[in-house]
């Protein structure tokens, strides 16, 4: 009889459909509420993703998962309430980043990186109504640590290929399922990914640190003899794992790949690790795959961007390539009353490390000796957001304003991050004013808590004196002005924490809770996001609108931002 490895995981839900992902471990059938799927093998491991259809809307309804006709999931004897799959409107949002598998796996205590703040979180959300847990989860990166394996993990990886490079390192398909069933076996996080609908993107960890920082780095990483099967291995992986889960139904019928896959009566490992390959790619200034997606929420729309695989690195160096970004600017147009962008990078960072970043680009790009100097402090110290890119730091600023100053301005826009191990929320204010609330939020990280020496570094790059000075000297480099001005709104803060987003009409409000060993969550901040007032035509307007018209970078026509 078959058993369920891993899952299940609610993923893409909306007012009448889902998607149930699940790993087994052999070949089977697998229902939830009547709708069935076949399993598709990859190597020696099987997957299935249910379409759920034909749902209640509006309903809480609890479900099943059988095997064969045989149930599996709730687990005999569970702690938890049953697993829902909730059709109702969105009100309530869950994010975070970077969550590092437990040491010790099932504990509850902490480890060497402090307590787990979305294991907190579902010990508290299992003992609330239905009706008060949240209605959605944003992961933004950093899933699994493909280069920094659990010591359980890595004296797995010594058993299985003693020797072989990289000793401390996932390389293959089977070992990244390793990770992923490290990570998502811990039963309270099970339980919730059970019944909290789930969207995920990768960051660089989920492949490797600093990944696709620059040519060079790729350079380097072709070199070693391991790197191709790693690449193959992780981006399969990810489609498996995380990927086809953020697509909704009509994506997945449509997807030539998700249907020849589950088609399939053969292994696809080959097949994935063909495409992840291809995907892997640069050819002309464009990447053959698109990781970005779209879900709309009722009035809330979430647009996640891939900032790790869409890198243009070859020529101008681009976070998301031309085509890709058109592709945003397109899908974030439309009537809705908030604007979610998921980036695992954060867009606005602390002041002083964005100038570093923007100098540090024109720096590595310098011929000779400061050059390859500036490419190595450049990988060193993680110079690699959006600042680090500043074309596309700018083209987004202005695909922001001109969303939020258009005459049917969404409520709120607010960039969701992580990745940088401290929180914080910003306001973003515009020479131009609008009529959206601008935020970047940043929640990182959920379970990988740095050492506290860490915690001076990340205060002082909030420090105005010093980023007055950079700022300056970025002047002097001929670093176009920043098209927008950033003011701290709370943070920096640190430790293990999730934030939540809940929405009422136009309005929104961010709560970050930070983990406490023994003691559960804890807030640390709230913060109500209400919209701008509309902006008049004052003389000071006029001459804020001449501001922001010089102060644009001028894009090449091919990558011109439509009006």
Request: overall charge negative.
């Given at each position: 009889?078959?058993?369920?490895?891993?899952?299940?995981?609610?993923?893409?839900?909306?007012?009448?459909?889902?998607?149930v992902?699940v790993e087994?471990?052999?070949?089977?059938?697998?229902?939830?509420?009547?709708?069935?799927?076949?399993?598709?093998?990859?190597?020696?491991?099987?997957?299935?993703l249910?379409i759920?259809?034909?749902?209640?809307?509006g309903?809480?309804?609890p479900?099943?998962?059988?095997?064969?006709?045989?149930?599996v999931?709730?687990?005999?004897?569970?702690?938890?309430p049953?697993s829902?799959?909730?059709?109702?409107?969105?009100?309530?949002?869950?994010?975070?980043?970077?969550?590092?598998?437990?040491?010790?796996?099932?504990?509850?205590?902490?480890?060497?990186?402090?307590?787990?703040?979305?294991?907190?979180?579902?010990?508290?959300?299992s003992?609330?109504?239905?009706?008060?847990?949240?209605?959605?989860?944003?992961?933004?990166?950093?899933?699994?640590?493909?280069?920094?394996?659990?010591?359980q993990l890595r004296?797995?990886?010594?058993?299985?290929?003693?020797?072989?490079e990289?000793?401390?390192?996932?390389?293959?398909?089977?070992?990244?399922?390793?990770?992923?069933?490290?990570?998502?076996?811990?039963?309270?996080?099970?339980?919730?990914?059970?019944?909290?609908?789930?969207?995920?993107?990768f960051?660089?960890?989920?492949?490797?640190?600093?990944w696709?920082t620059?040519?060079?780095?790729?350079?380097?990483?072709?070199?070693?003899?391991?790197?191709?099967?790693?690449i193959?291995?992780?981006?399969?992986s990810?489609?498996?794992?995380?990927?086809?889960?953020?697509?909704?139904?009509?994506?997945?019928q449509?997807?030539?790949?998700?249907?020849?896959?589950?088609?399939?009566?053969?292994?696809v490992?080959?097949?994935?690790?063909d495409?992840?390959?291809?995907?892997?790619?640069?050819?002309?200034?464009?990447?053959?795959?698109?990781?970005?997606?779209?879900?709309?929420?009722?009035?809330?729309r979430?647009l996640v961007?891939?900032?790790?695989?869409?890198?243009?690195?070859?020529?101008?160096?681009?976070?998301?390539?031309?085509?890709?970004?058109?592709?945003?600017?397109?899908?974030?147009a439309?009537?809705?009353?908030?604007?979610?962008?998921?980036?695992?990078?954060?867009?606005?960072?602390?002041?002083?490390?964005?100038?570093?970043?923007?100098?540090?680009?024109?720096?590595?790009?310098?011929?000779?000796?400061r050059?390859?100097?500036?490419?190595?402090l450049?990988q060193?110290?993680?110079?690699?957001?959006?600042?680090?890119?500043?074309?596309?730091?700018?083209?987004?600023?202005?695909?922001?304003?001109?969303?939020?100053?258009?005459?049917?301005?969404?409520?709120?826009?607010?960039v969701?991050?992580?990745?940088?191990?401290h929180?914080?929320?910003?306001?973003?204010?515009?020479?131009?004013?609008?009529k959206?609330?601008?935020?970047?939020l940043?929640?990182?990280?959920?379970?990988?808590?740095?050492?506290?020496?860490?915690?001076?570094?990340?205060?002082?790059?909030?420090?105005?004196?010093?980023?007055?000075?950079?700022?300056?000297?970025?002047?002097?480099?001929?670093?176009p002005?920043?098209?927008?001005?950033?003011?701290?709104?709370?943070?920096?803060?640190?430790?293990?924490?999730?934030?939540?987003?809940?929405f009422?009409?136009r309005?929104?409000?961010?709560t970050?809770?930070?983990?406490?060993?023994?003691s559960?969550?804890?807030?640390?901040?709230?913060l109500?996001?209400?919209?701008?007032?509309?902006?008049?035509?004052?003389?000071s307007?006029?001459?804020?609108?001449?501001w922001?018209?010089?102060?644009?970078?001028?894009?090449?026509?091919?990558?011109?931002?439509?009006?």
């Amino acid at each position: 009889m078959a058993e369920l490895v891993l899952g299940p995981v609610l993923r893409h839900v909306d007012a009448t459909s889902a998607t149930v992902w699940v790993e087994t471990d052999s070949a089977c059938e697998v229902d939830v509420l009547g709708c069935r799927a076949r399993t598709f093998q990859v190597g020696e491991l099987h997957f299935a993703l249910v379409i759920v259809d034909g749902l209640e809307t509006g309903a809480s309804i609890p479900y099943e998962v059988r095997l064969d006709g045989e149930i599996v999931w709730p687990e005999p004897e569970s702690a938890f309430p049953p697993s829902r799959i909730r059709t109702r409107p969105v009100e309530s949002l869950l994010f975070g980043s970077c969550r590092a598998a437990k040491a010790t796996p099932g504990a509850l205590e902490s480890d060497k990186v402090g307590p787990d703040a979305l294991d907190a979180y579902a010990i508290r959300m299992s003992r609330l109504p239905d009706s008060e847990w949240p209605d959605a989860l944003l992961l933004l990166g950093d899933q699994v640590y493909a280069d920094q394996p659990t010591p359980q993990l890595r004296a797995w990886l010594t058993a299985r290929r003693a020797g072989e490079e990289p000793e401390d390192e996932v390389v293959s398909f089977r070992e990244y399922a390793e990770l992923y069933h490290e990570s998502w076996s811990d039963p309270e996080i099970r339980w919730l990914m059970s019944t909290v609908p789930t969207s995920m993107i990768f960051d660089d960890h989920d492949i490797r640190d600093d990944w696709n920082t620059s040519r060079t780095w790729r350079r380097q990483m072709a070199e070693k003899p391991w790197w191709r099967r790693r690449i193959r291995a992780g981006l399969a992986s990810y489609w498996v794992y995380q990927h086809i889960g953020n697509l909704d139904p009509a994506e997945l019928q449509s997807n030539s790949l998700f249907r020849e896959v589950t088609e399939s009566e053969k292994d696809v490992q080959d097949l994935l690790e063909d495409f992840a390959e291809q995907a892997d790619q640069e050819v002309d200034g464009r990447k053959p795959t698109r990781w970005s997606y779209r879900r709309d929420f009722g009035r809330i729309r979430l647009l996640v961007i891939d900032t790790r695989s869409g890198r243009i690195l070859d020529g101008q160096r681009l976070m998301v390539g031309d085509d890709e970004f058109t592709w945003i600017e397109q899908n974030a147009a439309g009537d809705y009353d908030h604007l979610l962008i998921g980036s695992s990078l954060p867009w606005l960072m602390p002041p002083v490390v964005s100038h570093i970043q923007s100098l540090n680009e024109r720096a590595a790009g310098l011929p000779g000796w400061r050059g390859r100097l500036g490419e190595s402090l450049r990988q060193a110290a993680d110079l690699e957001h959006w600042p680090a890119f500043r074309g596309s730091f700018h083209r987004l600023a202005a695909l922001i304003h001109r969303l939020a100053a258009a005459p049917a301005a969404p409520g709120t826009i607010c960039v969701l991050s992580g990745d940088v191990h401290h929180s914080y929320a910003v306001r973003a204010d515009y020479p131009i004013p609008t009529k959206s609330k601008v935020l970047q939020l940043v929640c990182s990280p959920v379970h990988n808590d740095p050492p506290k020496r860490f915690h001076l570094l990340f205060t002082l790059l909030w420090a105005p004196p010093l980023a007055r000075l950079l700022r300056r000297l970025a002047t002097l480099r001929g670093i176009p002005p920043d098209p927008i001005r950033w003011h701290k709104a709370s943070g920096p803060h640190f430790g293990n924490s999730i934030a939540t987003l809940r929405f009422t009409a136009r309005s929104a409000h961010f709560t970050l809770e930070t983990a406490h060993p023994h003691s559960g969550l804890h807030p640390v901040t709230h913060l109500p996001l209400t919209p701008s007032l509309t902006p008049g035509n004052s003389a000071s307007a006029v001459a804020e609108a001449e501001w922001w018209r010089t102060s644009l970078p001028k894009f090449p026509s091919s990558r011109q931002p439509p009006s």
